[in-house]
């Protein structure tokens, strides 16, 4: 049984950073590619962050990009998402997603190439 697992959510005020994991299980890991994207209540799904699998590349959205910094720990099956200077607006339930193969760059933002999800953990951003 395929499992992902996010955790590291929370509150935080703006300025501040966390820092949200993702453990994969029942699934290979260190050569597929990851992914974070972020929803809010009646909002798109938006894509924050990929990893490739075999080169690491990596991958940011524009809001995000010079602020967040996705890694991974093949050993650990596990990737991370280090978030800082966090603004209001980055409030969302943030999901890790699991692919297959080696899509080309532009199609490591979309969400339908990602077959394995995450339940999602909260991220919220205020003072």
């Known amino acids: 049984q395929v499992r992902l697992v996010e955790s590291g959510g929370g509150w935080v005020q703006p300025g501040g950073s966390l820092r949200l994991s993702c453990v994969v299980s029942?699934?290979?890991?260190?050569?597929?590619?990851m992914a974070w994207f972020r929803q809010a209540p009646g909002k798109e799904r938006e894509f924050v962050a990929a990893?490739?699998?075999?080169?690491?590349?990596?991958y940011y959205g524009d809001s995000v990009k010079d602020r967040f910094s996705a890694s991974k720990d093949n050993g650990k099956s596990t990737m991370y998402l280090q978030m800082n200077c966090l603004k209001p607006e980055d409030t969302d339930v943030y999901s890790c997603?699991?692919?297959?193969?080696?899509?080309?760059?532009?199609?490591?933002?979309?969400?339908?190439?990602?077959?394995?999800w995450g339940q999602g953990t909260q991220v919220t951003v205020s003072s």
């Open positions: 029942g699934r290979p890991f260190g050569t597929w590619p």
């Open positions: 990893i490739r699998g075999n080169s690491g590349m990596k």
């Open positions: 997603a699991a692919g297959s193969g080696s899509p080309i760059s532009s199609l490591l933002r979309h969400a339908s190439q990602y077959s394995d």
